[in-house]
């Protein structure tokens, strides 16, 4: 291996989205900023879940298709470098579907009925599981093992329902190596976003498309004040000089995300019925739209240029498949699956 490949051996990041739609507040504030923020000191990988995505929308691939390059743009716009983090699409890499065959020998049925991110999922998709649900996204974590462990991750910024993941990359790992008795794999360490989980516009515990209360990081001046006027506030503060609630309120949540430090005045003027909800909306609209102007602007840049969207996808693959078919010849020759 030439010694450009590894100039200074930074530890590896890898994360990855599930291309099936546009990324919004909840993306954001829960990964990708801090993706962003951790570029500069990682190897970073991120990859484009397409795989993973068909597992429960396996009748909708154009929705997939359509949404790689969307959630390419979202991230480059919120300042993820295409110059330094290798943009990775999960199915232009064969070393993952291999090595998800691979860990299969190293989890038990039992221990995949446990994972409760999957089964709040399944809870969720019952109409799509009517007859049953699939091998195939009943396996999702362990292809997501092998996601993290195709690039020798060291570390895995997620949201907290990620964990579940993790802990069972760490377990398959931790079998493997052991079982044959080599450092082949390495094994990761998850690193959870301090912010709690966003919830949507209509108070709803997550933000997500289906709820369709989200405010996407692309939307429109005109969108984001509409959607943030319309959101769910104190219901007992009817008048701005009741005392409010601010715990509740989806509007003293937001505000806090923009503007951290006018945080607690926020809380006491609600409080003490010295703002009211109209007021705080108004607030909550600028400074959100000033918040997100420069990743709207940053976006159009990617989405006049579409040719090199595809491209930056193709060099990020290109450098994965590098990287993952290394891992997967010590993970093979661990195994003895190594002929000639
Ligand atoms: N399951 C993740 C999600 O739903 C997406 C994902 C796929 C991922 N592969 C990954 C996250 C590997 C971290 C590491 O958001």
């Known amino acids: 291996m030439g010694t450009e490949n590894t100039p200074k051996a930074k530890p590896i990041i890898l994360t990855g989205d599930r291309p099936t739609g546009r990324l919004h507040l909840g ?37 997939v298709h359509a949404n790689v390059e969307e959630v390419a743009i979202d991230n480059f716009a919120s300042g993820i470098d295409p110059e330094t ?38 809870e969720n998709k019952q109409e799509l ?35 579940p993941m ?12 052991h079982t044959y008795q080599v450092e082949a794999l390495v094994e990761p360490e998850p690193r959870v976003t301090e912010i709690p989980r966003i919830r949507g516009t209509d ?27 319309n959101a769910y506030t104190d219901p007992l503060k009817a008048r701005k000089t009741d005392p409010g609630h601010p715990e509740g309120c989806i509007v003293c949540e937001y505000l806090r995300l923009v503007d951290p430090d006018g945080h607690e005045q926020l809380v006491s003027d609600c409080k003490a019925g ?44 290109r450098k994965g498949q590098e990287k993952s078919d290394e891992v997967l010849r010590r993970a093979k020759d661990a195994m003895k699956i190594n002929y000639w």
């Open 129 to 163: 599981f009517s007859k049953g649900v699939t091998y195939g996204f009943f396996g999702y974590p362990v292809s997501q093992a092998a996601d993290i462990t195709a690039f020798d991750a060291n570390l895995v910024p997620v949201g907290d329902d990620q964990l």
């Open 27 to 63: 993306h954001y504030f829960g990964s990708i900023k801090s993706r962003v923020e951790l570029q500069k000191d990682y190897d970073t990988y991120l990859l484009i879940a397409d795989v993973q995505a068909l597992t429960d929308n396996f009748k909708t691939p154009e929705k």
């Open 203 to 229: 108070g709803n515990s997550k933000m997500s498309k289906t709820l369709n209360n989200c405010i996407y990081l692309r939307d429109d001046p005109e969108t984001i004040r509409e959607k943030v006027f």
């Open 166 to 177: 993790i802990e069972l990359t760490r377990e398959i790992v931790r079998r493997f190596n």
């Open 274 to 317: 010295k703002m009211g909800c109209m007021q705080d909306k108004k607030k909550l609209a600028e400074l959100l739209t000033d918040y997100l102007a420069p990743i709207r602007e940053r976006a159009q840049v990617y989405e006049n240029n579409r040719p090199m969207v595809r491209e930056l996808l193709r060099e990020g693959s």
């Open 85 to 122: 983090v290798k943009y990775v699409v999960q199915s232009t890499i064969p070393a993952i579907a291999e090595l998800t065959i691979f860990y299969g020998n190293f989890v038990t049925l039992a221990r995949l009925e446990r994972n409760p991110t999957v089964k709040a999922e399944i």
